[in-house]
């Protein structure tokens, strides 16, 4: 059977190594996810959003993976830098309501080791 | 920067105060939101503004009063807060997309703590 990515709150990789975050959500209604990283001394900022209509979408370095079946979330980082050091936050979303209302994960802080 | 600014980013105040926070947005956005973040504790919705109306108020106690006089500006009223409602306070705001789903450009946060 397929495994589900267990969520952790903290994550050390090493520079230049892929990075797997996860992030299990609540509803089975929402349609529309979100991954964002928040840098030290910064509000949050998008990476990367996914449609429940897919089930991966890719950015520049980052992947978003979509499981419905488990309500499975993941992003997924190559090559990763020390700019990447952050936390990173899911958010999910039911696109059809209230001004895009969207309920955020716990987050996992990324530490990028040189 | 994400066009969202935030004011003041630090705050000290003590319970007896009144202060307010300050956001603006400068990218023409239809919908604004202030979100508390407490450590080890997931971003919580406070309240959410649509085209100036107020659409969402999450169980806030009263003594946060928010206030959005147009649909760039939004504030925080703050009186007789705890010492619990120290934290980073974020604004963000985000254009209503009929297909559904958008994505929140956040400001900086202002840090406030509370003696």
């Known amino acids: 059977g397929e495994s589900v990515g267990l969520h952790l709150p903290t994550l050390s990789v090493q520079e230049g190594d892929n990075s797997i975050i996860n992030c299990a959500y609540s509803?089975?209604?929402?349609?529309?996810f979100i991954w964002y990283k928040q840098e030290s001394g910064k509000g949050p900022q998008f990476i990367i959003d996914?449609?429940?209509?897919?089930d991966k979408r890719q950015g520049q370095r980052v992947t978003v993976l979509l499981n419905k079946t488990v309500k499975h979330l993941s992003l997924q980082i190559a090559a990763t830098q020390p700019g990447d050091s952050a936390v990173y936050f899911c958010?999910?979303?039911?696109?059809?309501?209230?001004?895009?209302?969207?309920?955020f994960g716990d987050g996992t802080t990324l530490t990028v080791k040189p | 920067e994400t066009g969202v600014t935030q004011t003041p980013r630090h705050l000290v105040m003590g319970m007896t105060n009144k202060k307010s926070l300050k956001c603006e947005q400068h990218?023409?956005?239809?919908?604004m939101y202030w979100y508390k973040q407490s450590a080890k504790k997931p971003l919580e919705l406070m309240f959410v503004?649509?085209?100036?109306?107020?659409?969402e108020n999450n169980s806030v106690p009263s003594r946060f009063s928010p206030e959005c006089p147009n649909s760039s500006h939004l504030f925080l009223h703050l009186h007789t807060l705890q010492p619990e409602d120290s934290a980073l306070y974020l604004c963000?705001?985000?254009?209503?997309?009929?297909?559904?789903?958008?994505?929140?450009?956040f400001g900086p946060g202002t840090r406030l703590t509370v003696l």
């Open positions: 963000a705001s985000s254009q209503e997309d009929r297909a559904g789903g958008v994505e929140q450009f």
């Open positions: 509803n089975s209604a929402s349609d529309y």
């Open positions: 996914i449609r429940s209509n897919m």
């Open positions: 958010a999910e979303n039911m696109g059809n309501t209230n001004a895009g209302k969207s309920t």
């Open positions: 990218l023409g956005h239809n919908a």
């Open positions: 503004y649509n085209f100036k109306e107020q659409t």
